[in-house]
Structures are given as C-alpha cells and as structure tokens.
C-alpha cells in the first residue's frame, strides 16, 4: 500500500524566518516521484517542489528545499526566509502505480 | 485558456439528485485528473484520462461515480443519487503527458455540498 503521511497538522512561523515541514510515505518501489504542493485560500493547488527517487541530490527552488531520505522514507520541506504569501495549506504526495497519493496537510501561518 | 477552468465553482444539491462537474483541462495537455477533497482532508485521487480513456477507474468511490472525456478535451464527473458524504471539493488538473514526468495544473474546483 501506499500511504504518505503528515504528522504536522498546522505549523506557524515569523516572517522571515526558516520552517520545516515533515513528510513521511511507504511504498514498496524503488522508482517513484515525490512532490509538495501549496494550496492557499483560493483552493489552487500550486507545485511547489518536485523530487524523482533516483536522484540523490535533494531539489531546490529558489526559497523552497528539499531534505531526501530515502532509506528513512522522509521528505521534508523547509522554506527559508518565509514570507506572509507563504501561509497555505501544504501537501506532500507520492506518484507511483499511475497513480498521485497525497498526505493530509499541514496548515502554516506566517507571522509578521 | 490560461489554465485549468471548472464549473460550476460551488453546488449545492439535495440527497437523491444527480450532479454533474465540468473541467475544461490546458488545451492541449493529453492527462486529466480527478480529485475529491473532504474537509480538512487530503486530496483523494479518483480517475484520471490519457486522451478520452481512463485506463484505471479504481479509485471512483462507488458505482455512483462516472466520468467521460470527449474529444481529449472537456471532462464531466457524474455523481448519480448524491449522497451527503459526498459533500467535498472535486478538484481537476491536467498535465501535457501522463505520469510524474509532467507537472499538474489544477483547476480551482467545484465545493459540492449535498444537504
């Protein structure tokens, strides 16, 4: 089965500071892509982030990184320098089997 | 158009109606998605199109749930004799290929409350 879970369900931090975010899944693939979306008010999911398994190398995007473990199956986000557009609704997802399999959230509020 | 469109943006149905969401995908993009988000909930992955074939509808909650697409464009979600557990938020998104490989667009969509 594959499951992706956050164990964080609302978070908050100063503008301007650093976050992290946890993301833990199961799959019992080798070959898979793992990824963090933004939901704000709006209800539009927005890319954030995206991490194919084979690469070791942890993916970086701008403000937004990655920390890959794939041994441990963890994938969290940390966003550097949080801005208040940051404050949405965070998902992590796992694509694997055709398939996209998404964690509950986590809510972050960003503090001026 | 610009993005990913759907419609209506919210639906309010009695219990025992059918109801039927719309998404127009990227033109051009080949994959089109469903999903359903409860509150507070993660998304919940339904169907999804290659062209005007969905290869694995597995993840339709009942057989109460059907989706087509014509002409590897619009797609419309049917939800035959609504239930109140059917009350959720059915996002659509496409991409220009199936798989990971490409990004999802999302559409804003469609708050379906079922009284």
């Known amino acids: 089965a594959q499951t992706v879970t956050q164990s964080q369900p609302e978070m908050s931090v100063q503008e301007a500071e650093t976050v992290t975010l946890s993301c833990t899944y199961d799959?019992?693939?080798?070959?898979?892509?793992l990824f963090w979306y933004k939901q704000p008010p709006s209800r539009q999911m927005i890319l954030v982030i995206r991490?194919?398994?084979?690469?070791?190398q942890n993916a970086t995007e701008n403000r937004f990184s990655v920390n890959f473990q794939k041994a441990a199956k963890s994938f969290s986000l940390k966003i550097s320098d949080s801005q208040l557009g940051d404050a949405a609704m965070y998902f992590c997802?796992?694509?694997?089997?055709?398939?996209?399999?998404f964690g509950s959230g986590t809510k972050l509020n960003v503090k001026p | 158009g610009a993005g990913v469109s759907q419609s209506p943006s919210n639906k309010v149905t009695e219990k025992g109606k059918d109801v039927e969401l719309r998404c127009d995908p990227i033109?051009?993009?080949?994959?089109l998605y469903w999903y359903r988000q409860s509150l507070g909930q993660g998304l919940e992955f339904l169907i999804y199109?290659?062209?005007?074939?969905?290869?694995?509808k597995s993840g339709l909650p009942s057989d109460r749930f059907s989706a087509e697409r014509t002409g590897g464009s619009v797609s419309t979600l049917t939800i035959q004799r609504t239930q109140q557990e059917d009350s959720a938020v059915y996002l659509c998104?496409?991409?220009?290929?199936?798989?990971?490989?490409?990004?999802?667009?999302f559409g804003p969509g469609t708050r379906l409350t079922v009284l």
């Open positions: 033109s051009g993009h080949t994959a």
């Open positions: 997802a796992l694509y694997n089997f055709n398939k996209f399999y």
């Open positions: 998104a496409s991409s220009l290929m199936r798989g990971a490989g490409d990004t999802q667009y």
């Open positions: 799959t019992s693939e080798s070959d898979y892509y």
């Open positions: 991490q194919e398994a084979y690469k070791q």
């Open positions: 199109f290659q062209g005007n074939s969905a290869p694995d």
